[in-house]
């Protein structure tokens, strides 16, 4: 059997280890879906209020790490298991009670978009075209879900993509230090649909000193006053040439009139010229504008990655 160490996130050499692991994973397993993309890793370590040493934990062979577990409080755990590693059912067993324990050490209210999970559980995905993580989480008392996590993908070298057409006094550029508050405010009234969003100029700010952040991918589209109507982040993973939006938004008000979609295709000429061959996307199945988006700009669905629920008791 092989032997594993375990550990707790240790600072920003840990943040350079889980770039390379995702980057690392999607490669060896293209063209099938993989769990967290680089960019999900850069996106998700700057959520406001998140502590990495409490919530991600490394194991680790002698060949490096082989595998890593990130929850997300209250109720969420995403983890994944360097491809080809040697299969041990130990190790993704202690990845799952190191989950379970660090759930039932918490009290907090479950957000609205996650409410459908229940009290008293934890939930992480297994993706559709992944039968041993099923496998894995059916062994372990978890059960599947009706709620999924779609993927999308869309070739960037097939032709040329035509710029998006605007209305007159509409502006596509990207995201500046100068604009920090207009650029957050954007993100923040995007999401209130889901609930209060926590994300602050300061979180955003370390956001853009953060590795693999390409400002120019941090498109927006501004009217004739300056006022951001929506926006969307690219993620440029450049080892295997390809993109990865994370994550894309409209204001409420503004929905329906084909700005987040003026948006993402800015984003998809931005990448193509970045020489990258695909650009990847996800959205939650209950997320139905998202869902009308991105096959209207040219993404077609790959893989869904399903919830799986244990209730802890």
């Not at 993309?37 to 998140?50: E, I, L, R, S």
């Not at 379970?100 to 996650?114: C, D, G, M, N, V």
């Not at 080892?239 to 894309?248: L, Q, T, W, Y």
Request: with cysteine; glycine share 8%; charged share 25%.
């Amino acid at each position: 059997m092989t032997s594993f160490t375990s550990r707790a996130y240790a600072g920003s050499a840990d943040l350079d280890r889980l770039i390379d692991f995702a980057q690392n994973a999607t490669g060896a397993c293209w063209p099938r879906s993989t769990y967290m993309k680089a960019g999900d890793v850069v996106w998700m370590m700057f959520t406001p209020g998140f502590d990495p040493a409490t919530n991600i934990r490394f194991w680790s062979d002698d060949d490096g790490l082989v595998a890593y577990a990130w929850f997300e409080p209250p109720l969420t755990v995403d983890f994944d298991i360097r491809p080809g590693a040697s299969p041990d059912d130990s190790l993704a067993d202690e990845i799952l009670r190191w989950a379970e324990e660090r759930r039932r050490s918490l009290t907090e209210t479950i957000p609205k978009a996650y409410a459908m999970l229940g009290e008293n559980t934890l939930s992480t995905k297994a993706l559709d075209s992944d039968p041993g993580r099923v496998s894995l989480l059916n062994r372990n008392g978890y059960s599947r879900t009706d709620r999924f996590h779609v993927l999308y993908s869309r070739s960037l070298v097939e032709a040329p993509i035509a710029q998006p057409d605007l209305d007159a006094g509409l502006r596509l550029r990207h995201a500046t230090d100068a604009d920090l508050d207009a650029r957050v405010d954007v993100h923040r009234d995007a999401w209130s649909v889901w609930g209060k969003s926590k994300v602050t100029v300061d979180t955003y700010r370390r956001l853009r000193s953060a590795p693999i952040y390409d400002p120019e991918l941090d498109v927006v589209l501004e009217d004739a006053a300056g006022k951001f109507l929506s926006y969307c982040i690219g993620w440029r993973d450049a080892a295997n040439g390809i993109g990865h939006f994370e994550p894309v938004g409209c204001r409420p008000d503004f929905a329906g009139r084909g700005y987040a979609r003026a948006v993402t295709i800015e984003g998809l000429r931005r990448m193509q010229a970045r020489v990258l061959h695909t650009a990847l996307v996800g959205t939650e199945s209950i997320n139905q504008r998202a869902r009308v988006l991105y096959p209207s700009c040219g993404f077609v669905e790959v893989d869904r990655a399903h919830y799986y629920v244990k209730q802890l008791g």
